[in-house]
């Protein structure tokens, strides 16, 4: 969606509004300071400074080990509905202003349930966003700009994105093998990796890779990231 198909959706409810359930519902997502989160950045990346990484051989380890997904158990089934229990301060302040501002708000319930979910819906991208840097290799950016021209990549391209980052970081890759590389990518939901008759498996960019493409571009995080 365009700057300007999001300025036309805006006119239906007052911005204030929307920024402040935004707020309070990236807030209550994250129940992890960004701080613990970025914890092991060496220093972070706004426009065109690079992002460079304490350790990212412990990094590359990281992504071998969330390779191996487990099987998804069926949620259990609540016994009942609870309020939260009470905010802290700053919270509740944050609270009762977005009590006030819907309470002001001429949009039915039905447009402030729908920018709820929204709102919602776009603090865990972003959250997801956030975590996948921190993981990515500079190398994994560069399947995924390559899987973006529109052209399928071959395994025979990515081998080669592979084998070049391999022999610029010989201690990363050491212990991180191309199948570990490629599989993180794909669990992660960033690429699809199909067969194509007799040429062999291509690699597809996935929707939820342009949007992190996206991100990095929003972000200021679009200088060149080791590994």
Do not use: C
Not at 79 to 105: H, Q, R, Y
Request: glycine letters at 6%.
């Amino acid at each position: 969606m365009t700057f300007e198909d999001w300025m036309k959706v805006g006119e239906l409810v007052k911005w204030p509004l929307v920024a402040l359930i935004v707020a309070v519902i990236a807030l209550l997502i994250l129940k992890k300071p960004i701080s613990a989160l970025l914890a092991r950045m060496k220093r972070a990346a706004i426009g065109d400074k690079a992002v460079d990484f304490s350790d990212s051989a412990a990094i590359a380890s990281e992504q071998q080990q969330k390779n191996q997904i487990e099987k998804p158990t069926a949620p259990e089934t609540p016994s009942g509905e609870l309020p939260p229990p009470p905010a802290p301060p700053a919270l509740a302040a944050m609270e009762k202003n977005i009590v006030d501002t819907l309470a002001a708000s001429n949009a039915s319930d039905e447009v402030k349930r729908l920018w709820l979910i929204r709102g919602m819906a776009v603090a865990k991208m972003e959250r997801a966003h956030e975590i996948t840097y921190r993981l990515i290799m500079g190398s994994q950016i560069g399947l995924l700009l390559q899987a973006n021209t529109g052209v399928p990549t071959s395994m025979e391209s990515a081998r080669a994105i592979y084998d070049d980052a391999k022999n610029n970081f010989p201690a990363i890759y050491n212990n991180f093998d191309f199948d570990g590389w490629l599989t993180w990518p794909s669990n992660t939901g960033l690429i699809n990796i199909e067969q194509h008759g007799v040429a062999g498996s291509i690699i597809t960019i996935t929707d939820i890779g342009k949007e992190f493409l996206h991100y990095l571009v929003s972000a200021g995080l679009t200088s060149t990231k080791i590994g």
